[in-house]
């Protein structure tokens, strides 16, 4: 069974920085997984923001956090993890970890394309 969950969220001003968390189980085998953070405002579609390939470490990121947002995980699969510095009120959104198996969602961040879900997390950006 695999179930993630985030930690980490909460509130800053404009310009702070926050360290996103995603422990991770039940993905512990081979093939190809892919892990990412998503975030979502109410109303509005759920928007892919980073990903992480555990393949070969690929990462790609959504344009509107490049420069400002790292994502990292690690060998074990047991966790995925998003650095978000210089933030912006536009960040204010709830955080999602995502976890998908097969080469579709690779590079993607198109979440119809993973299978595995967190509760989320809010971050709220205050100017």
């Known amino acids: 069974q695999v179930t993630l969950a985030e930690s980490g969220g909460g509130s800053v001003q404009a310009g702070g920085s926050l360290t996103l968390s995603c422990a991770a189980s039940g993905l512990n085998r081979g093939g190809h997984l892919t892990m990412a953070w998503f975030r979502q405002i109410p109303g509005k579609e759920r928007e892919g923001i980073a990903d992480?390939?555990?393949?070969?470490?690929?990462?790609t990121y959504a344009d509107s956090v490049k420069g400002r947002f790292t994502i990292s995980g690690n060998n074990t699969r047991n966790g995925v993890y998003l650095q978000m510095n210089n933030l912006e009120p536009e960040d204010t959104a709830m955080y999602y970890c995502a976890a998908a198996w097969g080469i579709a969602a690779i590079g993607m961040l198109n979440p119809r394309s993973f299978n595995y879900w967190g509760q989320g997390t809010q971050v709220t950006v205050s100017s």
């Open positions: 992480f390939y555990h393949g070969n470490g690929r990462i």
